[in-house]
């Protein structure tokens, strides 16, 4: 049912294009506060930092080797070094969001009714041990995502990146890496011994593996292809940024025993906190007020798919061409404007509202407590930019 380390399916998760792939929910310093301040509250109440959660692989004497050799990578520009810096020092960002997503829904929910007086004796802080297991599983998913997507196309490779062994190294520990992290994720999951609940994860690695084929596949044209329309948009950006967190909620619900419609809620609860995630993360450079230092943005992002449907495809690539530089790149202080003078900008925001709304309807079927507070806060949180 899972991919074996090293298997076709892994591969194809390896092929990926040039491209910023930003770890961080916000850049902005004080969306940044706010979102530190509402997830280190919620870790305090299921327990414990979400960032030991896969601290036991991370720890292992199989990883320990691979960061060995991962120094080597040091002085170069491959994303894998950045990742692991980010997974090291950026606590600020709380890269590990999902495990606490799926902790805090557990605790929100309690104990089903069909659950035993037995099972319920197993709880601790209102937690199933099964459901922490769950938690753990699913921040492993997502890092050894996060690792091979890091993977740089050799054939974009530059002199300025570092040495081609280095980068061909690079990709190797990133392969094997991440592979790795895929491996303990499914052997943990078999040990939770539910049928169910290994159909929903599973479903959802295969999930994850499409939507980067198509965030690729788009990636690749350069926004001079047909390109997405938001519903499109959407349907892509739940598979690679959704899918995991949606069916892990779920997933949490099936543990504690809860009937269809409490597993219908969270599950619509992940999905629809993943998309405005998204749109957050895709509204960052075009809302920041720092003028100064231009960061890339990507042509697949939120409110330039939003602005491409408004002006159509002939005004877009005339944009497109009037951006480019004579050594034919984006000069992407003209692209930044071209977008913000139509409604590419606020139909995003519009959008993120949106879900951040549906998501608190979602949660508000859970009992009140601490932990459904929360939960509200995280899904408001996603709204401030």
């Not at 792939?21 to 919620?42: G, H, M, P, Q």
């Not at 699913?138 to 890091?150: D, N, Q």
């Not at 005339?318 to 951006?323: G, N, P, R």
């Amino acid at each position: 049912m899972f991919p074996a380390p090293g298997s076709r399916l892994t591969r194809l998760l390896s092929v990926s294009v040039r491209g910023l792939r930003r770890l961080s929910l916000f850049s902005s310093s004080e969306s940044s506060s706010t979102w530190s301040k509402v997830v280190s509250d919620a870790e305090k109440i299921v327990g414990y930092p979400t960032s030991f959660m896969s601290l036991r692989c991370l720890l292992s004497d199989e990883l320990s080797n691979v960061a060995m050799h991962v120094r080597k990578l040091v002085g170069t520009q491959h994303p894998l070094l950045n990742t692991a810096r980010g997974f090291v020092y950026d606590s600020k960002n709380n890269l590990q969001m999902r495990g606490l997503i799926v902790l805090l829904l557990s605790k929100a929910a309690g104990p089903g009714h069909a659950a035993s007086d037995l099972l319920t004796q197993d709880m601790v802080s209102g937690i199933y041990p099964s459901q922490r297991n769950l938690a753990e599983i699913t921040e492993l998913i997502h890092t050894a995502f996060l690792v091979h997507r890091g993977i740089v196309n050799l054939k974009e490779w530059t002199v300025s990146d570092g040495p081609l062994k280095d980068m061909e190294f690079g990709n190797k520990m990133a392969v094997l890496s991440g592979d790795f992290l895929l491996a303990n994720a499914c052997t943990g999951l078999a040990q939770l011994n539910d049928t169910k609940v290994v159909e929903l994860i599973s479903s959802a690695i295969g999930d994850l593996v499409q939507g980067i084929y198509y965030e690729s596949s788009y990636n690749a044209e350069d926004g001079l292809g047909e390109g997405v329309d938001v519903t499109s948009w959407e349907d892509q950006t739940f598979l690679s940024h959704g899918a995991l967190l949606a069916k892990s909620c779920q997933a949490a619900m099936q543990l504690a025993k809860h009937d269809r419609e409490a597993q219908r809620l969270a599950y619509l609860y992940g999905k629809h906190l993943s998309l405005g995630h998204k749109l957050n993360s895709d509204l960052q450079p075009f809302v920041e007020s720092r003028l100064g230092e231009m960061t890339p943005i990507s042509l697949s992002a939120a409110p330039v798919v939003f602005h491409r449907q408004i002006v159509g495809k002939e005004r877009w690539h005339q944009q497109l061409q009037e951006a480019r530089t004579l050594r034919n790149q984006l000069d992407y202080t003209k692209l930044l404007a071209a977008v913000k003078s139509e409604k590419g900008v606020s139909s995003a925001v519009d959008l993120c509202r949106y879900h951040s709304n549906r998501a608190l309807e979602a949660i508000q079927a859970f009992p009140s407590s601490e932990a459904r507070s929360a939960l509200e806060n995280i899904a408001s949180a996603v709204t401030k930019f």
